[in-house]
């Protein structure tokens, strides 16, 4: 659990210092996709943290998230594992960036 968090506070940190502190963003509420390779789960903070290309992009996942993976088509976080491919549909609200739908891709 200590684990989960530490990584995240990290992930935050580095999130945080490409942010200008004069710029001003608002959340946009469409639809926009990521995909990547899990790095974290964490079912204690209700999170998932993926790599792409070098970046990684830590998921808010909710009671309404839909997620499946190639062995359950109606899947609990507990469910994926470090290296997963994954398709991430996302929203970026005020309360932060949450997945609506977390999909595991065949390895290519």
């Known amino acids: ?10 992930g935050a940190a580095s999130l945080l ?6 710029a001003v963003t608002s959340p946009s509420h469409e639809t926009m996709t990521y995909s990547g390779d899990i790095t974290t789960v964490c079912p204690t903070a209700h999170t998932i943290t993926v790599l792409h290309n070098g970046s990684t992009e830590t998921f808010r996942v909710g009671n309404h998230s839909q997620l499946s993976t190639l062995r359950k088509s109606d899947a609990n976080l507990k469910d994926f594992e470090f290296g ?9 609200k ?9 999909r595991e891709e065949p390895m290519r």
């Open 17 to 22: 210092s490409f942010v200008p502190l004069f």
């Open 84 to 92: 997963d491919k994954v398709f991430v549909r996302y929203q970026d």
């Open 1 to 10: 659990m200590k684990a989960c968090k530490l990584i995240a506070a990290i």
């Open 94 to 102: 005020a309360a932060g960036v949450t997945a609506t739908n977390v």
